[in-house]
């Protein structure tokens, strides 16, 4: 009578081990692929992020005069309030033009190899400049914007206290720099994934362990892997079966139009999956609104398989332990026009 009840608690101690053993293992996997996101921001090479720095690319990423319109401002495609990005499927822009694809989200943007779906800014200083000139967003030019920063003496002082020893510091390329130093501070740490990383099995339910053991067996992470679970190199949207043209347009052919090679048509950079319930639509097109539906068809075209309902609701819990904590933010007071400033340009084409 004494050896069933001893029976029965040798079982579930056995049962508890290896329970505890297999969520060990599955955190050790975890952490051989993926990072948690810093508590504080990334050193940038050849970019301190001073105060000062930092001060004035948050005006600079905010400010609508570097638009020719005097309306369009970095944070209208990169909505700090919003995910980080517009939850339009593309921008619209200078006179009201629509862009070619989705806006990537701004947030933890810092921590991608490269900068744009296409890759062809190398870091965030050199994608700000694009923006700014391309005439189906912000139309402007160097000449303009130096012109527009110099013309208002608070902004003249604020280069100098940034880029302090320069004869000629309001640049266009400073002007860039310091967007990057405030964008790199745009990070979202301490999501439930992070805690679970630094060892804290609690912060994710079963539903969500689920998912990330699905995540990681599935193959997701041959794409989406590191500190931003993604956004690290390129990959064919269409490895395994193309999507229809609503999904991948036939006359956006990604990579292709950064190196004319022909294996780089329609390779994109993977997108990174940091706060990824935030920021619908989906894809460089903009196309899918769905997070599930997205998982989906990521499920036939890059893995070859299809996720039955319940592969694909795990896989989406996990997905939102990627939402980390938001920056606060507030809307900085910038100068005022002065008689020497540009005057906007009509938005009617």
């Known amino acids: 009578m004494t050896k069933r009840p001893l029976i029965t608690a040798l079982a579930l101690s056995l049962g508890v081990m290896a329970g505890s053993a297999a969520a060990d293992e599955l955190m050790e996997r975890a952490n051989a692929i993926f990072e948690p996101v810093p508590q504080t921001p990334p ?19 905010f400010e609508p005069r570097l638009s020719a319109s005097h309306l369009i401002s970095c944070n209208t495609c990169h909505n700090v309030g919003l ?21 990537p989200t701004v947030f933890n943007a810092v921590f991608n ?10 870091d965030l200083a050199e994608q700000a400049k694009g923006p700014v000139q391309a005439g189906v967003e912000m139309s402007s030019s160097p000449d303009r914007v130096v012109t527009t920063l110099k013309s208002m003496p608070e902004y003249i002082e604020l280069f100098e206290e940034s880029f302090p020893g320069q004869d000629d510091p309001v640049t266009f390329d400073n002007m860039a720099v310091a967007i990057e130093a405030y964008e790199a501070t745009l990070i979202t740490p301490d999501a439930p994934f992070d805690r679970y990383l ?17 995540f990681m067996d599935r193959g997701c992470t041959a794409c989406h892997s590191g ?7 390129y990959f064919p949207f269409g490895l395994v079966t193309r999507p229809g043209g609503d999904i991948l347009p036939e006359g956006d052919k990604g990579r292709f139009a950064v190196t004319e090679t022909a294996s780089d048509e329609y390779v994109f950079r993977a ?3 940091r706060n990824i319930e935030l920021t ?22 890059q893995l070859g398989t299809e996720l039955n309902d319940d592969e ?14 938001m920056p606060e933010v507030r809307y900085p007071q910038l100068p005022p026009s002065t008689s020497k400033t540009p005057r906007p340009v009509d938005m009617v084409l």
């Open 227 to 233: 500190v931003n679970v993604g956004g690290q190199s």
């Open 271 to 273: 997108s990174p999956l």
């Open 83 to 103: 995910g980080g990005d517009d939850e339009l499927a593309v921008s619209i822009g200078h006179g009201w033009q629509k862009g070619p694809r989705n806006a």
């Open 198 to 214: 630094r060892g804290d099995a609690s912060a994710l339910n079963e539903t969500e362990k689920e998912g990330l053991a699905l």
């Open 43 to 61: 050193v940038i090479d050849g970019n301190e992020l001073t105060p000062a720095k930092v001060t004035l690319g948050k005006m600079l990423f």
């Open 312 to 325: 694909v609701k795990s896989i989406v819990a996990f997905l939102k332990t990627l939402t980390g904590e």
């Open 113 to 122: 190899a490269a900068q744009f779906w296409d890759g062809r800014a190398e």
């Open 280 to 301: 619908a639509p989906y894809f460089h097109s903009g196309a899918i609104w769905s997070l599930e539906e997205a998982v989906s068809v990521m499920g036939t075209s």
